[in-house]
């Protein structure tokens, strides 16, 4: 995968959760398999329920811009580095997500420094 000026190309189910991610809880959650789990701040949050409520917890706390501006394969994961500014402690950082897919959906999601 070849980063572009100011764009990259990410598989489908990694850009629809980027897309997902300007929405809400409900869609971001349409991004995972069932049993997904995202690990995020110290906490596992499995299955959709949990994700949504993740998803939406944070976008209650938090305002933030996210975009994506590096993408690799490693171990079987797509890793995306992401540049997030926003009303949160830390603002702005680059963090990495580390997806695993299953299909077109997300299985596995990490979100670290």
Same mark, same amino acid.
């Given at each position: 995968?070849?980063?572009? &000026?100011? !764009?990259?190309?990410?598989?489908?189910? *990694?850009?629809?959760?980027?897309? /997902?991610?300007? /929405?809400? $809880?409900? /869609?971001?959650?349409?991004?995972?398999?069932?049993? /997904?789990?995202?690990?995020?701040?110290?906490? &596992?949050?499995? @299955? #959709?329920?949990?994700?949504?409520?993740?998803?939406?917890?944070? !976008?209650?706390?938090?305002?933030?811009? !996210?975009?994506?501006?590096?993408?690799?394969?490693?171990?079987?994961?797509?890793?995306?580095?992401?540049?997030?500014? $926003?009303?949160?402690? @830390?603002?702005?950082?680059?963090? #990495?997500?580390?997806?695993?897919?299953? $299909?077109?959906? *997300?299985? !596995?999601?990490? *979100? *670290?420094?």
């Amino acid at each position: 995968m070849k980063q572009a &000026t100011k !764009s990259i190309c990410l598989p489908r189910p *990694i850009a629809a959760y980027f897309v /997902a991610d300007k /929405a809400d $809880g409900e /869609a971001v959650s349409q991004c995972f398999t069932e049993n /997904a789990t995202v690990k995020d701040e110290g906490r &596992t949050h499995k @299955g #959709r329920a949990a994700i949504k409520a993740w998803k939406t917890d944070a !976008s209650a706390k938090y305002e933030y811009t !996210s975009e994506p501006f590096a993408c690799e394969e490693k171990d079987g994961k797509t890793v995306v580095t992401s540049h997030l500014a $926003g009303n949160f402690p @830390g603002s702005p950082v680059d963090l #990495r997500f580390f997806f695993k897919l299953e $299909g077109d959906k *997300i299985a !596995s999601l990490e *979100i *670290i420094p």
